[in-house]
């Protein structure tokens, strides 16, 4: 095995990164700022990818494809949404490379200039919305409730794997509607989906609430967004819902005939969420020894090792074993019987324990003789030995257990984490030890703006659930009607 990794209280940042690299997640690529998702990685972001589309399609939502290049005149028609995305794209000039005269491999052949150029998307709603408009005639052409899952590209000058990339994978909702009330009711059921999905899936506890208008997407009218915390009491915005009002409806045209026989701007929603939400796993969970994984998005949920000498000994626990494997398999259940011999079972324990496997089986001649099976958790990294028989509904049971614990202990590191904060000093004492702080915040934009700058704390919601409740902001003083959170964010 390789060096112990740093441990979280020594360097967050790079426990990190290192955890990511030796779980064999992801990696760096030759192009800056982009990186590689290895086989294990993207194994859970399938998982994540299939819950996600379920739910999606159990709302009625429908997957779609759409152009990687957006015309640059498209970007020009939404004011907002440009000016949030310019500084963010890459734009493609030529169409052609040719042999360097000077003999130094390919050049940009300068006859080969495009006359219009091209943008990688940073984000569809531009090229979807001039496809809606060829689309929307009357009413009963809505509402267009679409999905699609892709990948995006914002320029990106400081990255980390998974939490900042220039290119990233997503999905980005675009839905259409007839009426206000509809688009507003689809973009809080997207909120709800995402936050059922972050709880049940990731075992991730999260904030429901809306932006600011000063953190707010790039031309919506309103945005909605779950927010989580991290082991180093820093937030992480796992998911975006955006009512987008009739900006991009009257941006490209798009209207309808109504009930009525009139015309009218279609009403449309955007959300998404990303493979941050892989960073964000990572970092809920996980421990000094590796990762930590929710059994519902592990790759293997449950690995078996023997410990034998010689062909007898293995075929032994094999006849005992290769039931015991089926058996789980038609339960739904993950498994892996590591028979491998290149490895010391040793070496094996280490290995899976840093890459998160929630269940881990360790069965000998001397286990078969007793009847037992050692059984490790990885959430709390007890090993028990139990009897065989039974084992498999023990199983079936520790992982949901292990399931509602990581939930819990996660839950409760953010209870103990969450302050209530009511004055200036107060407040830059508490920001430094990280965590939530519920504070009042006088609603102006430049306060939001001022504590921004002299904390690095930003306003990451107002929870939908919080209460309306007089106070005084913890900056100017002004009168304020209800705490937002504020936190330090990735």
């Given at each position: 095995m390789s060096k112990s990794l740093p441990s979280r209280a020594e360097n967050y940042s790079e426990w990190y990164n290192e955890l990511v690299k030796r779980a064999d997640l992801a990696e760096n690529s030759a192009v800056r700022g982009c990186m590689i998702i290895k086989p294990y990685g993207y194994s859970i972001w399938e998982k994540m990818q299939r819950a996600l589309d379920d739910m999606f399609k159990e709302t009625g939502h429908v997957n779609a494809y759409f152009p990687?290049?957006?015309p640059k005149s498209f970007l020009s028609k939404e004011a907002s949404h440009v000016e949030g995305f310019a500084k963010e794209c890459a734009v493609v000039?030529?169409?052609r490379l040719k042999n360097d005269p000077n003999g130094h491999g390919v050049i940009v052949d300068p006859d080969a200039k495009l006359e219009e150029e091209l943008i990688i998307r940073p984000t569809s709603e531009t090229v979807i919305w001039s496809t809606y408009k060829n689309w929307v005639q009357s009413y009963r052409d809505l509402p267009i409730l679409m999905n699609q899952w892709a990948n995006v590209m914002r320029w990106e000058m400081r990255t980390r794997l998974f939490l900042r990339t220039a290119e990233f994978l997503w999905q980005e909702g675009h839905t259409a509607h007839?009426?206000?009330?509809?688009?507003?009711?689809?973009?809080?059921?997207?909120?709800n989906i995402y936050s059922e999905f972050a709880e049940t899936f990731m075992a991730m506890p999260v904030i429901k609430g809306r932006k600011t208008a000063n953190e707010r997407f790039a031309g919506a009218e309103d945005t909605y967004c779950i927010e989580a915390m991290m082991q180093d009491g820093k937030a992480l915005q796992a998911g975006t819902s955006h009512f987008l009002g009739q900006n991009f409806a009257k941006a490209f045209d798009v209207k309808f005939l109504n009930k009525a026989n009139q015309q009218?701007?279609?009403?449309?929603?955007?959300?998404?969420?990303?493979?941050?939400?892989?960073g964000a796993l990572i970092m809920a969970h996980s421990d000094d020894q590796g990762l930590v994984l929710p059994p519902k998005l592990a790759p293997i949920q449950v690995v078996i090792v023997p410990i034998y000498k010689g062909e007898e000994q293995l075929n032994n626990i094999k006849s005992k074993i290769d039931p015991l494997v089926s058996a789980l398999k038609?339960?739904?259940?993950?498994?892996?019987?590591?028979?491998?011999?290149?490895q010391s079972p040793g070496f094996k324990f280490a290995e899976y324990e840093l890459k998160g496997v929630p269940i881990r089986l360790a069965i000998g001649n001397r286990d078969i003789e007793n009847g037992t099976i050692e059984l490790a958790r990885r959430d709390t990294r007890v090993k028990t030995s139990l009897p065989f028989d039974g084992i498999e509904q023990v199983i079936v049971d520790t992982l949901e257990d292990i399931q509602i614990s990581i939930y819990q202990k996660a839950l409760d590191f953010r209870a103990a984490n969450t302050f209530e904060v009511n004055t200036w000093d107060e407040f830059l004492v508490k920001i430094e030890?990280?965590?939530?702080?519920?504070?009042?915040?006088?609603?102006?934009?430049?306060?939001?703006?001022?504590?921004?700058e002299l904390t690095k704390a930003t306003i990451r919601c107002i929870p939908l659930d919080s209460q309306e409740e007089a106070g005084k902001c913890i900056l100017t003083g002004n009168p304020s009607k209800q705490r937002v959170i504020f936190a330090r964010a990735y």
């Open positions: 990687l290049l957006i000039t030529h169409y007839a009426t206000k009330e509809e688009a507003v009711e689809e973009t809080e059921q997207m909120l009218e701007f279609v009403w449309g929603t955007s959300w998404g969420v990303s493979t941050r939400l892989m038609k339960r739904g259940i993950s498994v892996k019987f590591d028979i491998s011999e290149n030890e990280g965590g939530f702080l519920s504070a009042h915040w006088d609603g102006s934009p430049e306060t939001e703006e001022k504590i921004k």
